[in-house]
């Protein structure tokens, strides 16, 4: 709820109560997610060794479909990278594959310009649903901050995240220091979407001008769905030439916040709220890796993971209380 609508009432607030409909195809897809059973396709074999290279310089060993299969294995099992290597090691020691396994150096030194493919986007315009999280970098636990307090300051980074409302898959991210505001990375979102953008739906901190502007620069049809703040005022221009935000405003004065929730469709920004849950209990809260290029490259691969875990079976539900 924006602004802590209800706040002093929220405990008196019942909690709602959902029945998923599709019960034994999402309990497949959740045990598919858990699923050890691991194969080579023969494309796989053959592009697991890396071209020649025609320029100057060092030939590669491995392709990039074998630096991305080690580090989305990591990505699953949460695995350093000398465990990952065993990891692969073993396994291509179970399937019978004479084939390379990539050493711990390379796989970090390779993630740091490994190119992975970014998510592609329906035909049909999105609803695009943005929101953001820090992802921790270094600092004591929280066991050692509640025994002898933090005694130095924890670093983070964070992470920008563009959900499909229709899919639940995440379409864009992006990865920023800790200093960089939520709206000043609408622009960048933006541009990691290969589609168009039917809606833009975030919280109150996307309540500025500028997202306004790189919303209709890039997406000019694109309904911009955030709600104001409680101090807002009509613009200057109400009168002649209302803007979206005049149009909350005005919707906002006659039905309340909570109406215009139900009427704007701003309750579907739950649905990144769940995928940034997701990324936290599956991926973890943290980046494992250094510098700036390894760290883009591990979001990148956690992306891809999640949406693959969700093809797998996403929940039907129904309101019932």
């Known amino acids: 709820m924006p602004f ?6 929220r405990h008196h607030i019942p909690k709602q109560k959902h029945r998923v409909t599709n019960w034994a195809e999402y309990d497949a897809g959740l045990r598919a997610r858990g699923s050890l059973t691991v ?7 053959e592009a697991w060794k890396a071209e020649p290279r025609t320029g100057r310089g060092g030939q590669p060993t491995y392709s990039a479909l074998a630096i991305a299969t080690a580090l989305t294995l990591r990505a699953v099992f949460r695995l350093a990278l000398r465990q990952t290597e065993g990891l692969i090691g073993s396994i291509l020691q179970l399937l019978g594959l004479d084939l390379a396994v990539p050493d711990h150096s390379t796989l970090s030194r390779r993630g740091e310009t490994l190119e992975v493919m970014r998510p592609r986007c329906r035909r049909e315009p999105v609803h695009l649903l943005v929101d953001s999280t820090g992802l921790r970098l270094c600092g004591p636990g929280s066991w050692l901050e509640e ?3 933090s005694k130095r300051r924890r670093a983070w980074k964070m992470l920008h995240l563009a959900t499909d409302a229709d899919t639940g898959q995440i379409v864009a991210s992006v990865l920023t220091d800790r200093d960089a505001d939520d709206g000043s990375q609408v622009g ?20 500025r001008d500028d997202v306004y502007a790189a919303v209709a620069a890039r997406h000019p049809d694109a309904a ?12 200057a221009t109400v009168e002649t030439a209302p ?7 005005q919707c906002i004065a006659e039905r309340g916040r909570m109406g215009w929730q139900r009427a704007s469709g701003y309750n579907w920004r739950a649905l990144v709220e769940a995928d940034v849950s997701r990324w936290k209990r599956v991926i973890g809260d943290g980046l494992r890796l250094r510098t700036d290029g390894r760290q883009a490259t591990e979001v990148a691969i956690a ?7 969700l093809e797998l079976g996403r929940p039907e539900y129904v309101r019932v209380a």
């Open 39 to 45: 194969w080579f396709t023969p494309e796989a074999i």
């Open 4 to 9: 802590k609508t209800n706040g002093a009432r």
């Open 243 to 249: 803007t979206q935000r005049d149009a909350h405003l």
């Open 224 to 235: 911009v769905v955030v709600p104001p703040r409680a101090s807002a005022v009509p613009s």
């Open 303 to 309: 992306v891809n993971l999640l949406n693959r875990m």
């Open 188 to 207: 960048p979102l933006l541009d990691r979407v290969d589609g168009s953008v039917a809606a833009f739906i975030g919280d109150g901190a996307y309540d």
């Open 147 to 149: 025994k002898h307090g």
